[in-house]
């Protein structure tokens, strides 16, 4: 069974700083790639940044220069480091884990709030 177990979402003012943790437990399965996603009230869920086992990183255009995804392969452990938030980055952010043969597992949402 994997889990995935984010944490480090809050609220924090424009131009602060968050860091997002997610724990997958994968025993005997294998990721492919672990990114994370963000979902505002009536709108599509949307990539931010993902990276893959190898350490290629993708990021959603408007986080550019501003977020930093980081894996932990040992650990299982991705992160995103959050700069200079706007509060357009106001959304629940999700965690997700592409497991070998297995496909797309989700954690259950951390919400970051940017004041204005």
């Known amino acids: 069974q994997v889990q995935l177990v984010e944490s480090g979402g809050g609220l924090v003012q424009t131009g602060g700083s968050l860091r997002l943790s997610c724990a997958a437990s994968?025993?005997?399965?294998?990721?492919?790639?672990m990114g994370w996603y963000r979902q505002t009230p009536g709108k599509q869920r949307e990539l931010v940044a993902a990276?893959?086992?190898?350490?290629?990183?993708n990021y959603r255009e408007s986080v550019k220069g501003r977020f930093t995804i980081s894996r932990d392969n040992a650990k299982n452990t991705v992160y995103l480091q959050m700069n200079s938030l706007k509060p357009e980055d106001t959304a629940v952010y999700y965690c997700?884990?592409?497991?070998?043969?297995?496909?797309?597992?989700w954690g259950q949402g951390t919400q970051v709030t940017v004041s204005s």
């Open positions: 997700n884990a592409n497991i070998v043969r297995f496909g797309d597992y």
């Open positions: 990276i893959l086992s190898g350490g290629r990183t």
């Open positions: 994968v025993s005997g399965f294998s990721i492919a790639a």
